[in-house]
């Protein structure tokens, strides 16, 4: 299969849609007294993410709320109220809600010492009274020491993620992340020694200076050393948005269609490498929960992306996390001062959000089936809204329909962002916020 390239469909930025109303919607009005209510009606399964806004070095690319871990006292003061703040939520969650997954990102959860890390999943532990929960977390191999596989194997932690990004010695300098072949080769043994079972890679295209030859070689370097999971994400280049990316020379960047390119090559090397997709830019081996999930049509999209977990409750730890219920998403407060400061008083940080209106929740269930099936049913109303912006999309025959159902074609997959935004009103005076969709 080969995809076509309408540049004209692609040309308005779009969001990743790991929620619907995405954060780009969230405001003030949303604090900590709806976050407690929340909690007071959650009941069944429940997923925590833990955000640990710190990383050994900065990666000139990246978006995330982090900042260097070179104050020992900083991330000290910064633990101590994330500490607060995991009693303080523990202790408003009725009997009836079960912690049954953890995910630990940031940042780097290994910016901070391995004795710091065991701390907070004993105290996760202990507060949520989890029992045998699913541990996941984020790894940069630049900094993942013997002493890591210690604690990895005896916590427990079954799937992990590694920000590889790319093996080209020059385009790792070009980005702020060198990392040598062995090293990452070196931490992906590792984590196979200490029990890991599904190991994800990041990687990107669309990097400066980066060629078609560059990504083979990356995909074929992943493949070999038997990654369960890929992500392969454009490069977003939003140096107004985020500053740090200013180091990076644009005048290197590939084109548009040079993006394209990449992201449909690697879509089909992966796949003759055995890979079942997931969504356009995700893949995942036969095996692994994520495509047995994708198979199953049980896939779901959070704030982590593509998954297979099921809890309809996801709540957010740490500066900027945010917490996901049927009715209405919190984040926390961005500024790890601020942050700091709420828990001092004893308070959640709760600071923004949006509350999740019927209408919210029905667009946003079309948005999760397009995106994680590649189908959803839509509505009488919601087709007399969408129909004519989605006909340039039926006429290059990326969708179609299907019964009450709209369907995206297997050539239609890069576009299934594009598609998805067609049924989100929020993007009619807010483009500008978002990535290219491919």
Known sequence: MTWTYH??????????????????EFDDSVGTPQLEAALGGVNGEVSLYVHIPFCE???WYCGCNTSVANRRDRVASYLDALHREIVLMAGRLPDGARVTRIAFGGGSPNGISPVDFVR??????LQFAASGPVISIELDPRTLGPEWADVIG?????????GVQTFAPGLQAAIGRIQPT???EEATATLRRAGVQSLNFDLMYGLPGQTMAHLRDSLERTAGLGADRIALFGYAHVPHLIPRQ???????LPGAAARFAMAAFGYEFLLEEGYVPVGFDHFARPGDALAQATLSGNLKRNFQGFTDDQAPVLLGLGASAIGSFPDVMVQNEKNTGRYRMMLSQERLAASRG??????DRR?????????CRGRARIEPDLRAEAWPLLAPYFDARLCETDGDDLVILPGGLPYARSIAARFDPYRKDSLRRFSSAV
């Open 154 to 162: 005896t916590v427990g932690i079954e799937r992990a993620s590694l």
């Open 57 to 59: 070095k900065i990666c």
């Open 363 to 371: 667009r946003g269930a079309v948005i999760e089936g397009l995106m």
């Open 182 to 184: 062995p090293m990452i």
């Open 246 to 252: 200013r180091k990076i020379d644009a005048s290197d």
């Open 354 to 359: 949006i509350v999740r209106s019927a209408g």
């Open 120 to 125: 907070l999943v004993d105290a996760l532990t």
């Open 7 to 24: 540049p004209e469909l692609l040309a308005i930025p779009v969001p990743r849609y790991t929620s619907y109303p995405t954060a780009a």
